[in-house]
């Protein structure tokens, strides 16, 4: 550029105002705006050279005048273009719209945690089915020909050899064909089904964890043990169990734990019913005829041993969150279910 700064006279600043609004109003990016600042407001483009210059009140009014237009000018074209306005239409700066975020329900919260608690005992996970034989549901597990759960009475049947699983059960007979002996120290979690009335307590499909642990030596001791860690685990560090002994099938002794009340501790409350304790499922020692069906080579009663358990995750998370109905767990209501995140 080759305006003189000299004298104020030399340059037209009418002009140059209209020339730099004009650079500023098309400036098309931050580095076109910048190149323009440099232009007609950066120290060395001839307005500031002027003002610098300046010595008498009348040049410096009408200059600094336009110094302010053009700031403007550029305050304009900054927000215009940080701002970004798009073709008028819409404020890309404004908040969006989150999406919902979904959480996992309580029962496979519960699930996990149940998992994540016998992994760190050094329990392996692995499935079962819910479609089941007669075989697996209730032969191999013990079951008399007059119990009950054969009856279509209380079980889902299919036809006359399957059955949709009445206890997770099923799936010792399962893992311990498949392992072919000893060690065994596996879980298993998933769905139940069973003809009940439904009301408050009952559902007729439900949760429960299996456990089964065989090896030499494993005792009664092993299963207090390992359920007392559990329910600690669970329903927290103070908690303590206590064992009444039950019956079933496949178990024997069969004994049913009941974990201290987390709530009031043992004393008495709503929760526990005013008697300190919880009923929490069925547990024994694994009835040596299961060994012999299975294969008593592989797994000779005179040597291996075992214990087992099953609870339902819906009554862990009745008690542990307080909550009043079985049935809201299967409700899908978002008011309910959204407070367990
Ligand atoms: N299967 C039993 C039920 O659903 C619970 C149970 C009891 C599981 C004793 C076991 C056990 O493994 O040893 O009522």
Redesign the pocket.
């Known amino acids: 550029m080759d305006r003189t700064p000299d004298t104020v006279a030399a340059v037209n600043w009418d002009e140059l105002e209209r020339e730099a609004v004009a650079a500023y109003e098309s400036a098309a990016s931050g580095d076109e705006l910048e190149e323009v600042h440099v232009r007609y407001l950066g120290r060395k483009a001839a307005l500031p050279q002027a003002l610098r210059g300046v010595r008498d009140r009348e040049s410096g009014m009408t200059l600094n005048a336009v110094r302010r237009r053009l700031e403007e000018a550029e305050e304009a074209a900054r927000a215009r273009l940080d701002g970004g306005t798009v073709a008028g239409d819409y404020d890309v700066t404004l908040p969006g719209d989150a999406p919902p975020r979904g959480h996992l329900h309580l029962i496979t919260q519960i699930r996990r945690e149940v998992e994540d608690v016998f992994l760190g005992l050094g329990y392996e996970v692995v499935d079962g089915r819910e479609v089941e034989t007669t075989h697996y549901n209730f032969d191999a597990l013990n079951f008399p020909d007059w119990h009950p759960a054969r009856s279509t009475g209380d079980s889902f049947f299919l036809d006359d050899t399957r059955v949709l699983r009445t ?3 099923p799936s ?1 007979i399962r893992t311990m064909e498949e392992r072919g002996g000893p060690p065994i120290y596996m879980i298993t979690t998933g769905r139940v089904y069973r003809r009940e009335n439904v009301d408050a307590t009952h559902t007729q499909t439900f949760h ?1 964890v ?2 089964l642990a065989v090896d030499e030596g494993i005792t009664l001791a092993d299963l207090k043990g390992t359920l007392l860690a559990f329910m600690r685990a669970i329903f927290g560090p103070e908690r303590r169990v206590r064992f009444r002994t039950h019956y ?1 099938p ?2 024997e002794p ?1 004994i049913e734990p009941d974990v201290s009340c987390f709530l009031c501790d043992g004393v008495g409350c709503a929760v526990c019913k005013h008697s300190g304790w919880l009923e929490m ?4 020692m694994v009835d040596p005829a299961l060994f012999e069906f299975v294969d008593p080579e592989k797994y000779d009663p005179e040597k291996v041993s075992g214990f ?3 609870l339902g995750l819906e009554r862990i998370a009745l008690l542990r969150h307080g909550l009043p109905d079985i049935r809201l767990l299967w409700g899908n209501d978002l008011r309910v279910l959204g407070q367990f995140r």
């Open positions: 206890e997770t059960s010792q429960q299996e456990g079933f496949f178990t069969s499922g069925g547990s024994g087992a358990f099953g």
